[in-house]
Nanobody, 129 residues
Framework: QVQLVESGGGSVQAGGSLRLACVVSVYTDSSNCVAWFRQAPGKEREGVAAIIHSANSAYYTNAMKDRFTISQDNAKNTVDLQMNSLKPEDTAMYYC??????????????????????WGQGTQVTVSS
């Protein structure tokens, strides 16, 4: 069974960095695309970045690509999100989720409210000014 566990959240001042990690218990055809999402209070969930595990192909939301980097560590079975130059508006609960590869390369992972097969519990990121 596919399980996702996030870690690395915390509180940081504006301009700082955080690195989130998502442990993926097992990769299957239904979990080959792993994405990071975030949701701030009162706002819609939005996609941040995604990666196809088997191809190591990364995708970004335009607003994030200059400051955030998604990568995978196959030795640890993690998908990491490096976040630099953090801003107060980056404050949110960050979730990783997994689904089939099609949802990565088709771009559908960027659709608000998109359904993914598997979700983690989330990790809170708070950026203070």
């Amino acid at each position: 069974q596919v399980q996702l566990v996030e870690s690395g959240g915390g509180s940081v001042q504006a301009g700082g960095s955080l690195r989130l990690a998502c442990v993926v218990s097992v990769y299957t055809d239904s979990s080959n695309c792993v994405a990071w999402f975030r949701q701030a209070p009162g706002k819609e969930r939005e996609g941040v970045a995604a990666i196809i595990h088997s191809a190591n192909s990364a995708y970004y939301t335009n607003a994030m690509k200059d400051r955030f980097t998604i990568s995978q560590d196959n030795a640890k079975n993690t998908v990491d999100l490096q976040m630099n130059s953090l801003k107060p508006e980056d404050t949110a609960m960050y979730y990783c989720a997994a689904t089939r590869a099609y949802d990565c390369y088709s771009g559908s992972w960027r659709i608000p409210g998109v359904e993914f097969n598997y979700w983690g519990q989330g990790t809170q990121v708070t950026v203070s000014s």
